[in-house]
């Protein structure tokens, strides 16, 4: 607190104004896209406490003890809304479409063939992501060493700094380690997989496959079962 000269809040933007040598340009850092009523109630606890420190204890450079963090790009809830309400759409629609058609049994295998699809089609979504990271992080990315921080419900949490000295958690399904090496995105730098051997990720690149397979699979199901209800 002792390096802050002074918090606003401004409708959705919360800045903070960080003290500086005299003759120097302020320099702050601004939060957008906030709750009006939090930005407002962290400026005020924010000021409250700075006006508390003694000016003998302020630093002439503040921004020499302060240490910035990029914030998360925050998940567009309405797409993500609109995605699941899509998927929930064509699930129930297939089946309702065959039972119509006459065939209520085959709805039901439908359905089945439905859920299990959409399952394996995410999942065949996420392999590939992870394949693609997997191979194209180690010949692109930046390989550091990531100290063990904590647990976040039972999942060891560690830390590593990018090159701009800020601070990132990477969370490894697996038992703690002092540390373990990631390779994060250049540009995304809060982006990181583990570093693995040659003969590790090929043994992970497996599973896309695998998950396209089964996607495949039902999928042959869903157009046999249509081929059956409408030609028939």
């Not at 120097?24 to 601004?30: F, I, T």
């Not at 089946?95 to 394996?120: C, E, N, Q, R, Y």
């Not at 390989?143 to 647990?151: I, L, N, P």
């Not at 949490?157 to 399904?173: A, K, L, Q």
Request: net charge neutral; hydrophobic share 45%.
């Amino acid at each position: 607190m002792a390096a802050i000269e002074e918090a606003t809040a401004r409708g959705r933007v919360l800045a903070i104004v960080v003290r500086t040598p005299e003759g120097h340009a302020p320099a702050g850092h601004q939060v957008t896209d906030v709750g009006e009523l939090a930005a407002q109630a962290f400026a005020d606890a924010v000021n409250s406490l700075a006006r508390a420190v003694s000016p003998a204890d302020r630093p002439v450079d503040g921004t020499a003890v302060t240490v910035t963090r990029p914030v998360p790009e925050r998940e567009d809830r309405a797409r993500t809304f609109l995605l699941l309400a899509a998927v929930l759409l064509l699930v129930a629609s297939i089946p309702v479409t065959i039972g119509l058609a006459g065939d209520w049994t085959k709805a039901g295998h439908a359905l089945l063939a439905t859920l299990m699809g959409s399952w394996f089609a995410a999942f065949f979504g996420y392999a590939v992501r992870e394949t693609y990271l997997l191979w194209w992080m180690p010949r692109h990315g930046i390989t550091v060493r990531a100290e063990f921080s904590h647990y976040t419900n039972k999942t060891p949490v560690y830390r590593y700094t990018d090159t701009d000295g800020n601070s990132h958690e990477y969370r490894r399904e697996s038992t703690a380690k002092p540390y373990v090496e990631v390779c994060f995105h250049p540009r995304k730098p809060e982006k990181a997989v583990a570093s693995m051997s040659v003969a590790g990720r090929v043994g992970m690149s497996v599973l896309a496959p695998i998950a396209g397979g089964g996607l495949a699979f039902f999928l042959y199901l869903l157009i046999q079962i249509f081929i059956d209800v409408f030609t028939s």
